[in-house]
């Protein structure tokens, strides 16, 4: 059982936009900035967004990231094929005082 | 271009132990905190354990505690988790990952690629 609540699988076709969601509690999102994880198959976990909307250097401005309260959003325009990936939300618990995670959402491009 | 490299995974028997290491370069490993991510398989993420700069504070998941020691040796870029008493359910690829940022603004910004470990008999 994850901290962080995603629905375990989103699905869309190419050029649609899909949101994945991410909700918490006042210790964890409410008081902490968000990060999304990007991870294709057999690779390591990639940093989509971080302090709940900026995108690294190098992350195309298809992917958006939103919050608001204790919930999160991951927005997808454009969708392509290569955005097929397991998306995970994280970040810092207060009450715990560890990373917490959401479980996941597997996206199809179909 | 920051890069972390694990090593040290594979198959061990039940209760018995092994050491990860992760090594980090194209950046000052010495002043950033770090942390150890698991995976196990088919599974999603699940935090391990952090440790400071300078090896001041350490924190572990309660499933390792008392079991697992993270360490670090600023001198060589490198990060350690040595692991005692494993057990089936510690079967897991463990990721290195670099820590930016602090309090309520912080990201686990940079990954290494991984190294699988397996408790079996």
């Known amino acids: 059982q994850s901290v962080l609540t995603q629905p375990p699988s989103a699905s869309g076709t190419p050029g649609q936009r899909v949101t994945i969601s991410c909700s918490g509690i006042?210790?964890?999102?409410?008081?902490?900035?968000v990060n999304w994880y990007q991870q294709l198959p057999g690779t390591a976990p990639k940093l989509l967004i971080h302090?709940?909307?900026q995108r690294p250097s190098g992350v195309p401005d298809r992917f958006s990231g939103s919050k608001s309260g204790t919930s999160a959003s991951l927005a997808i325009s454009g969708l392509q094929s290569e955005d097929e990936a397991d998306y995970y939300c994280?970040?810092?618990?207060?009450?715990?005082?560890?990373?917490?995670f959401g479980g996941g959402t597997t996206l199809t491009v179909l | 271009e920051v890069q972390l490299v694990e090593s040290g995974g594979g198959l061990v028997q039940p209760g018995g132990s092994l050491r990860l290491s992760c090594v980090g370069s194209?950046?000052?490993?010495?002043?950033?905190?770090m942390n150890w991510v698991r995976q196990a398989p088919g599974k999603g993420l699940g935090w391990v354990s952090y440790?400071?700069?300078?090896?001041?504070?350490?924190d572990y998941a309660d499933s390792v505690k008392g079991r697992f020691t993270i360490s670090r040796d600023n001198a060589k870029n490198t990060l350690y988790l040595q692991m005692n008493s494993l057990r089936d359910e510690d079967t897991a690829v463990y990721y290195c990952?670099?820590?930016w940022g602090v309090g309520w603004r912080r990201s686990l910004d940079y990954w290494g690629q991984g190294t699988l470990v397996t408790v079996s008999s």
């Open positions: 994280a970040t810092w618990d207060d009450s715990l005082n560890t990373w917490v």
């Open positions: 006042s210790s964890n999102i409410g008081s902490n900035t």
């Open positions: 302090s709940n909307n």
């Open positions: 194209g950046f000052t490993f010495s002043s950033y905190s």
């Open positions: 440790i400071n700069s300078d090896s001041r504070t350490m």
């Open positions: 990952a670099r820590e």
